[in-house]
């Protein structure tokens, strides 16, 4: 039996084996593996709320180009847009802001979330600014 001979062996054969050096690279190195997968969540779900952000945004402004948002004033309109974006932005971050503006017929609407919020793990707020800005322009159709 080949096996048997393993049992048997000298103190000094055992020290100089090293049948298990594979698995101490691999233990070493598995921290750093799943950190950078951790690191790869993170970010993918910071992207994915940019560009869920971005859509809110080009739905609210392409809404209040064609008229959707109705009010006697352009700031009650304005104001509309707003509630709407912050509507659809909060589910994703609760302290999202939206700032919406009609300059020379080009509405404009800046929303900013906090990155803390919105990341599942937290690893990149240390590399990163906390808060994520979005702005989204259309031109105005009525």
């Known amino acids: 039996m080949a096996g048997a001979d393993n049992n048997f062996r000298s103190p000094r054969a055992f020290l100089q084996c090293e049948d298990a050096s594979a698995t101490i690279e691999f233990v070493l190195w598995l921290p750093i593996v799943i950190l950078i997968l ?12 940019r560009s869920q952000a971005i859509r809110v945004l080009q739905d609210t402004n392409r809404l209040y180009s064609v008229g ?11 104001s509309k847009a707003e509630e709407y974006a912050l509507s659809r932005l909060q589910p994703m ?19 900013t979330m906090e ?22 322009e259309h031109r105005v159709e009525f």
């Open 115 to 136: 990155t803390g919020e919105i990341s599942q793990i937290g690893f990149l707020g240390v590399v990163i600014d906390r808060t994520m800005t979005v702005v989204a």
């Open 93 to 111: 971050s609760p302290s999202a802001t939206a700032t919406t503006t009609d300059v020379n017929r080009v509405v404009r609407t800046v929303a």
């Open 38 to 49: 951790l690191l790869i969540v993170d970010a993918s779900m910071l992207f994915m709320s």
């Open 68 to 78: 959707q948002f109705t009010g006697e004033t352009v700031d009650e309109r304005l």
